[in-house]
């Protein structure tokens, strides 16, 4: 397609999907959900689930008339008094010696807050949905603003070797954090990014970006035994007006010879995570989306809420879930700290154990695993 931005879009080169082996028992003959892309220019992709629900024009503006314009609902009540937001959502500096190195043994995880965490396993580290901006936005002066800092920039962060994106959304994919990544790390770091989106990643200067469809599977380069997968979830994308369903959305599952991680991104409940679950289930560890979901007759759809994304984390049969995409920008008007106190209620009500899906602090890290017999143990 020729360039005539803004009004339509260039098509990426598609990457081809790779068959990887390795030493995992995945069930591919499992029935499972494909994306769906329209072919019409303005909604190129969108939801194949029966639980999508495109908020109609009367709800889009009823949401902004009573929760945008008037406020109505606002129950973030973030403390004005810094010290008292310290004791209650502290922000820690995740440096160290320990942090710059992966440990030789189970999986670390720190989350970097909003839905950026970084997880250290099996030799390589990977970041998820990197912002370290003070905005979720096109805009340096208007948009989202973060009400707790960064735990660290990009100078400090340890080596990577990989950044996954779930979708293009500002608090997901931030032009700037991805500019300095690349500045500090240059081709050292593998980009693996929805479909759609790769010539956005190009026309940065970043040629070690692949962009793929759900379902599809790449290794990471120079390590065969690391396998990348794109999975569903139910969200929608765009970052202007006029490119809505121009890039994919998703989560990704990462498979190394000892451990699995999965990261949900951005997304309403659907049934794609019980066949994510099928296929490649159990999990080691997953961070799961818990914040952003009020008022719910609006942000069902795309955003869950604490009690399904439990059903997330038991869909996947996940090990220990982490909860990211609370506590950083003020995006919707629950309490701030509502995402946190509920999860613990809901695992409770449940039946769970709320250690096993927990949330940490900004910058806390944790380590998991580390005393389990691995692959390596039983080799040598
Ligand atoms: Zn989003
Ligand atoms: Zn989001």
């Known amino acids: 397609m020729s360039s005539c931005w803004p009004f339509c879009r260039e098509d990426d080169e598609d990457d081809e999907p790779k068959v990887v082996s390795g030493p995992w028992n995945h069930r591919m003959d499992s029935q499972v959900t494909h994306s769906?892309?329209?072919?019409?220019?303005?909604?190129?992709?969108?939801?194949?689930?029966e639980s999508w629900l495109m908020p109609g024009l009367c709800g889009l503006l009823k949401w902004q008339?009573?929760?945008?314009?008037?406020?109505?609902?606002?129950?973030?009540?973030?403390p004005s008094d810094l010290a008292e937001l310290d004791s209650v959502l502290p922000v820690k500096c995740p440096k160290g010696d320990e942090w710059q190195q992966v440990p030789?043994?189970?999986?670390?995880?720190?989350?970097?807050?909003?839905?950026?965490?970084?997880?250290?396993?099996?030799?390589?580290?990977?970041?998820?949905?990197?912002?370290?901006?003070?905005?979720?936005s096109p805009f340096s002066f208007v948009g989202p603003k973060r009400y707790r800092d960064a735990p660290c920039n990009v100078e400090d962060l340890p080596k990577l070797d990989a950044v996954v994106i779930s979708h293009a959304h500002y608090d997901h994919l931030d032009a700037k954090s991805v500019s300095d990544i690349h500045a500090r790390f240059g081709n050292d770091v593998n980009w693996f990014v929805p479909k759609g989106l790769k010539k956005w990643f190009n026309d940065k200067g970043i040629k070690t970006v692949v962009h793929l469809d759900w379902w599809d599977e790449v290794p990471l380069?120079?390590?065969?035994?690391?396998?990348?997968?794109?999975t569903p979830t139910q969200h929608w994308s765009n970052r202007a007006l006029h490119d809505r369903g121009w890039y994919l959305w998703g989560s990704w599952c990462v498979f190394t010879r000892n451990h699995s991680f999965f990261f949900?991104?951005?997304?309403?409940?659907?049934?794609?995570?019980?066949?994510?679950?099928?296929?490649?289930?159990?999990?080691?560890?997953?961070?799961?989306?818990?914040?952003?979901?009020?008022?719910?007759?609006?942000?069902?759809p795309q955003h869950v809420d604490q009690k399904e994304a439990i059903q997330i984390h038991q869909d996947l049969k996940c090990r220990k879930s982490v909860g990211v995409h609370w506590g950083t920008f003020v995006l919707t008007y629950e309490y701030f700290l509502e995402p946190k106190e509920k999860l613990v209620e809901e695992m409770q009500n449940k039946g769970l154990d709320p250690k096993d899906f927990f949330t940490l602090d900004h910058g806390e890290m944790v380590l998991l695993f580390s005393e389990e017999v691995s692959t390596q143990d039983i080799e040598v």
């Not at 769906?36 to 939801?47: D, L, P, Q, R, S």
């Not at 008339?65 to 973030?78: A, L, P, S």
């Not at 380069?221 to 794109?230: A, G, L, R, Y």
């Open 36 to 49: 769906k892309n329209t072919g019409i220019i303005w909604n190129n992709y969108v939801n194949p689930w």
């Open 65 to 78: 008339k009573t929760v945008v314009c008037n406020g109505e609902g606002d129950h973030t009540n973030i």
């Open 104 to 136: 030789p043994k189970g999986m670390r995880v720190t989350w970097l807050g909003h839905a950026s965490v970084l997880v250290q396993f099996d030799g390589i580290s990977v970041l998820t949905d990197p912002i370290f901006s003070s905005r979720a």
């Open 221 to 230: 380069p120079k390590h065969d035994d690391v396998k990348f997968v794109f």
């Open 264 to 300: 949900g991104g951005d997304t309403g409940y659907c049934n794609g995570f019980k066949e994510i679950g099928e296929r490649y289930g159990p999990f080691d560890l997953a961070a799961i989306p818990i914040g952003a979901c009020e008022p719910r007759w609006f942000m069902k």
